[in-house]
T-cell receptor
Framework: DAGVIQSPRHEVTEMGQEVTLRCKPI?????LFWYRQTMMRGLELLIY????????DSGMPEDRFSAKMPNASFSTLKIQPSEPRDSAVYFC????????????FGPGTRLTVT | SQQGEEDPQALSIQEGENATMNCSYK?????LQWYRQNSGRGLVHLIL?????REKHSGRLRVTLDTSKKSSSLLITASRAADTASYFC??????????FGQGTRLTINP
């Protein structure tokens, strides 16, 4: 398996623009997680899905952020409109059955909002 | 919200020495995991220990868990230059959700 795939790897955009981050989880994994990592706040869980259904979105900072998982092999995290404080590395991770708690991370998308 | 807190924040040792990192947490947990992150990369799962376990080994890694003190330690024996990375503990309360600490930055000097 190729592991968790994220695109793009780097994104530079101007304040106010829409940004869409993409993730393909490991085939057969039932859970998908979106994290954000910054120096100041560390690694924060934004939202996670189980069988394509959002389970906990309490970490989503505000209404500018939205996440979807239309099928088992694809998820998006959208920021609209983007702001400089959204600059961070965004990770997608996937996990297997409920009794196996390990998560497998993608390489991340480094987002810079100017 | 941060659950696990790693100590120390940074650690620098000579190659071949052992490295010990600690993690403290606040609430009851189902499991505790350690992850490694190399610079510019995603996190990689190292080892998981469940709340009813006290010690676990994997290669050069040894993890202990003391639920009475709400703490865990990660020991890396016979360190190598390739072990240079940040190490994070993450706590799970039963569901799949994990809460990560701020990490320990480990530097192995040749």
């Amino acid at each position: 398996d190729a592991g968790v795939i994220q695109s793009p790897r780097h994104e530079v955009t101007e304040m106010g623009q829409e940004v869409t981050l993409r993730c393909k989880p490991i085939s057969g994994h039932d859970y998908l997680f979106w994290y954000r990592q910054t120096m100041m706040r560390g690694l924060e869980l934004l939202i996670y899905f189980n069988n394509n259904v959002p389970i906990d979105d309490s970490g989503m900072p505000e209404d500018r952020f939205s996440a979807k998982m239309p099928n088992a092999s694809f998820s998006t995290l959208k920021i609209q409109p983007s702001e400089p404080r959204d600059s961070a590395v965004y990770f997608c991770a996937s996990g297997g059955a409920p009794s196996t708690y390990e998560q497998y991370f993608g390489p991340g998308t480094r987002l810079t909002v100017t | 919200s941060q659950q696990g807190e790693e100590d120390p924040q940074a650690l620098s040792i000579q190659e071949g020495e052992n490295a010990t990192m600690n993690c403290s947490y606040k609430t009851s947990i189902n499991n505790l995991q350690w992850y490694r992150q190399n610079s510019g990369r995603g996190l990689v799962h190292l080892i998981l220990i469940r709340s009813n376990e006290r010690e676990k080994h994997s290669g050069r890694l040894r993890v202990t868990l003391d639920t009475s003190k709400k703490s865990s330690s990660l020991l890396i024996t016979a360190s190598r230059a390739a072990d240079t990375a940040s190490y994070f503990c993450a706590t799970g309360e039963g569901a799949q959700k994990l809460v990560f600490g701020q990490g320990t930055r480990l530097t192995i000097n040749p």
